[in-house]
């Protein structure tokens, strides 16, 4: 009852408000050249690091350059021009299939008892 709740409270075909969110997200990731799933931080979650290691190398490469471009739009208090922005795709995910993959792994890992393959240590 309660998940079927969230779940409509958080669609953007269902809920008014979601779609407002969903539509403001994608015009501040379109100024930049960014897609939502550069935002995810490789240092702050193990399994990110693990998926992007996974991912092919011109797929992180990409990633890097839209990165790279959005800090120096970003340095510059400049956005992209608007016909960058309107060819932007910044739901189309790239990182979701394989962090999907990584997080079963480690469950599966977890539920069978073995160590896990990557631990955060401290320096």
């Known amino acids: ?21 969903m539509n403001s997200v994608s015009n501040r990731l379109r100024k930049y050249g960014l897609r939502y799933d550069d935002l995810y931080d490789p240092m702050y979650d193990l399994d990110i690091k693990e998926a992007l290691n996974r991912l092919p190398r011109e797929v992180v ?3 890097n350059q839209r990165l790279k471009r959005a ?15 309107a060819v932007q795709t910044p739901f189309r995910s790239y990182l979701q299939e394989m962090l999907a993959l990584v997080k079963r ?14 631990q955060r240590t401290i320096p």
Do not use: C, I, T, W
């Not at 709740?5 to 408000?17: H, S």
């Not at 800090?71 to 922005?85: F, G, I, N, R, T």
């Open 1 to 21: 009852m309660a998940s079927s709740f969230l779940q409509r409270l958080v669609d953007p075909k269902k809920n008014f408000l979601a779609r407002l969110h």
């Open 71 to 85: 800090m120096d739009l970003s340095m510059k208090h400049e956005y992209l021009p608007a016909d960058l922005q």
């Open 105 to 118: 792994e480690r469950a599966e890992r977890e539920a069978l008892g073995a160590l896990p393959l990557y």
């Open 61 to 63: 490469d990409a990633r």
